[in-house]
């Protein structure tokens, strides 16, 4: 039986944000129908050269749908441990600060815990 490889911490990371993007359907809070639920970006793109990047597209989902999102990172400390994991770190702050800059003060839209 094969050995499947495990991705490095920032790719798992990125990787799920991607899943759960793609399949905005099965997520219960939206005020959507899922029939109605779709987004104006690749989702399997986001964070890619060619994609959107995570603050566009966390952005996207809040002005449309007028929810928060919340990222919940178990292990958090194994992305410390590479540069690449250092790197998806100050990509997520930067689009946390994105997006919060971009409501008003009171609301805090974005968490990542």
Same mark, same amino acid.
Request: proline share 6%; charged share 20%; hydrophobic share 45%.
């Given at each position: ?35 109605? /639920?779709? $987004?104006?970006? %690749?989702?399997? =793109? ?7 990047? @995570?603050? #566009? ?11 928060? /999102?919340? $990222?919940?990172? %178990?292990?958090? =400390? ?7 994991? @250092?790197? #998806? ?25």
């Amino acid at each position: 039986m094969p050995i499947r490889a495990t991705p490095p911490p920032s790719e798992a990371v990125l990787s799920k944000v991607r899943e759960s993007l793609a399949d905005l359907s099965r997520l219960s809070f939206l005020k959507a129908k899922p029939s109605a /639920v779709s $987004l104006q970006f %690749d989702a399997k =793109q986001v964070g890619t050269p060619t994609g959107v990047s @995570l603050a #566009q597209a966390f952005s996207e989902i809040i002005a449309t749908y007028d929810v928060n /999102v919340v $990222l919940i990172i %178990d292990e958090i =400390q194994e992305l410390l441990r590479s540069e690449a994991g @250092l790197n #998806q770190l100050a990509a997520l702050k930067a689009a946390r600060d994105a997006v919060t800059a971009a409501w008003s003060p009171q609301y805090r839209r974005i968490s990542v815990m």
